[in-house]
């Protein structure tokens, strides 16, 4: 067997670097959250900070549970009046991973239409106690019918056009997206 000139073998030094290797590529997948927005890692943290958006708008982590698994999205918060009346008006593209919440200070009923939404979207209505009420699934772009919850809602949120029944997101699942 050859020493290199640390007095080691090859062989060990070429095993040490597979090992480093593989280490770091386990470290960087245990980090990764799929495009889907299907978190297979535990510890979705609601609320943490994901910066601002292209659009100037705060973004958190949201995470939804639905049965035994938890889906992350990064959303922009539209907090202000501004914020939520533009919502995703004239964009023509939204990632699996991404999606828009609409909080209100007080529980209200809630009326959404996709006037200038060129893209369809799933609206989730979601309760004060962070359950989903209902969900109005891939919505039609431009049209000005009104798209109405059930109830008084705390929040709104939207999400690609047909997500929610890709992703198994149904009413009465559980919504996160502020930290506690």
Same mark, same amino acid.
């Given at each position: 067997?050859?020493?290199?000139?640390?007095?080691?073998?090859?062989?060990?030094?070429?095993?040490?670097?597979? +090992?480093?290797?593989?280490?770091?590529?386990?470290? &960087?997948? =245990? /980090?990764? *959250?799929?495009?889907?927005?299907?978190?297979?890692?535990?510890? /979705?943290?609601?609320?943490?900070?994901?910066?601002? #958006?292209?659009?100037?708008?705060?973004?958190?982590?949201? /995470?939804?549970?639905?049965?035994?698994?938890?889906?992350?999205?990064?959303?922009?918060?539209? =907090?202000?009046?501004?914020?939520?009346?533009?919502?995703?008006?004239?964009?023509?593209?939204? =990632?699996?991973?991404?999606?828009?919440?609409?909080?209100?200070?007080?529980?209200?009923?809630?009326?959404?239409?996709?006037?200038?939404?060129? +893209?369809?979207?799933?609206? +989730?209505?979601?309760?004060?106690?962070?359950? *989903?009420?209902? +969900?109005?699934?891939?919505?039609?772009?431009? #049209?000005?019918?009104?798209?109405? #919850?059930?109830?008084?809602?705390?929040?709104?949120?939207?999400?690609?056009?047909? &997500?929610? #029944?890709?992703?198994?997101?149904?009413?009465?699942?559980?919504?996160?997206?502020?930290?506690?």
């Amino acid at each position: 067997m050859r020493e290199n000139r640390h007095g080691k073998s090859d062989e060990m030094t070429l095993g040490r670097s597979k +090992i480093a290797g593989a280490l770091a590529f386990a470290l &960087l997948a =245990a /980090c990764t *959250i799929p495009a889907n927005g299907d978190s297979k890692v535990a510890g /979705c943290v609601a609320g943490a900070s994901q910066g601002q #958006s292209p659009a100037g708008m705060e973004q958190v982590t949201l /995470c939804i549970t639905s049965g035994t698994k938890t889906h992350a999205f990064t959303v922009e918060v539209a =907090a202000s009046s501004v914020q939520q009346a533009k919502g995703m008006m004239f964009r023509t593209e939204m =990632a699996d991973n991404t999606g828009m919440i609409f909080p209100f200070p007080q529980p209200r009923p809630a009326s959404f239409w996709m006037k200038n939404t060129v +893209i369809p979207l799933d609206i +989730i209505f979601v309760r004060t106690n962070g359950t *989903i009420e209902s +969900i109005a699934e891939n919505t039609v772009p431009y #049209s000005e019918e009104s798209v109405v #919850s059930g109830e008084p809602v705390g929040a709104v949120l939207e999400l690609r056009g047909g &997500l929610s #029944s890709e992703l198994g997101i149904a009413a009465g699942d559980k919504v996160a997206w502020q930290g506690k």
